[in-house]
């Protein structure tokens, strides 16, 4: 089965810093999409960015980028010039059929 | 589009009495996916369904729960008797499915429930 380990219980970061949230997977397929998903207290999720596997340039939304390093099995995710609104638990996600999540990282952002 | 419809938002019951959470997916998506979230255990996939049918419910807990999706428009969890340890926020999610595409995901706002 795929597992997705995010190894960051919390991290914290300065507004209008920069931040790198970690996540490593394991899987035995080639292709696959991967996601990093926010949930800010309201609950919601929300999608962030997303990155095919077959691609190799590496997806960017905004002030939000990935590092996909698909043979390390890692999909960092990077939040530039962090808000206070960034501030939510992040979740990574593995998909080939079903979805898989990580645990998730707690981000604080201080102002 | 109104996005992925839960209801209801908040349910409490009693230990033994049956629970029945809705979801009505997104317009036009095929695949429609049952979470549950507790601070113990994370996000945890229950079943999921790609046209209807159920794909893998491997992540159902026990008996006690089961879900159904009569049509394209409409689907259920049901737990029934329901025990405290079932207290949790239920998310329903939908999406595009084909044999080689694996879009996002889009969540519903979920639905916490509280069994006491």
């Known amino acids: 089965a795929q597992t997705v380990t995010q190894s960051q219980p919390e991290m914290s970061v300065q507004e209008a810093e920069t931040v790198t949230l970690s996540c490593t997977y394991d899987t035995s397929e080639s292709d696959y999409y991967l996601f990093w998903y926010k949930q800010p207290p309201s609950r919601q999720m929300i999608l962030v960015i997303r990155?095919?596997?077959?691609?190799?340039q590496n997806a960017t939304e905004n002030r939000f980028s990935v590092n996909f390093q698909k043979a390390a099995k890692s999909f960092s995710l990077k939040i530039s010039d962090s808000q206070l609104g960034d501030a939510a638990m992040y979740f990574c996600a593995y998909r080939k059929g079903d979805m898989r999540f990580g645990a998730g990282t707690r981000l604080t952002v201080k102002p | 589009d109104a996005g992925v419809i839960q209801s209801p938002r908040h349910e409490v019951t009693e230990m033994g009495q049956e629970v029945t959470l809705r979801c009505k997916p997104i317009?036009?998506?095929?695949?429609l996916f049952w979470y549950r979230q507790t601070m113990m255990r994370g996000l945890e996939l229950l079943i999921y369904f790609n046209n209807n049918v159920p794909i893998d419910d491997s992540g159902m807990p026990e008996d006690r729960f089961s879900a159904k999706m009569p049509n394209a428009s409409f689907s259920t969890l049901k737990i029934q008797p329901s025990e405290p340890r079932d207290s949790a926020v239920y998310f329903c999610?939908?999406?595009?499915?084909?044999?080689?595409?694996?879009?996002?995901?889009?969540f519903g706002p979920g639905t916490r429930l509280t069994v006491l």
């Open positions: 999610a939908s999406s595009l499915w084909a044999p080689t595409f694996y879009n996002e995901q889009f």
């Open positions: 317009s036009g998506h095929n695949s």
């Open positions: 990155q095919e596997a077959y691609k190799q």
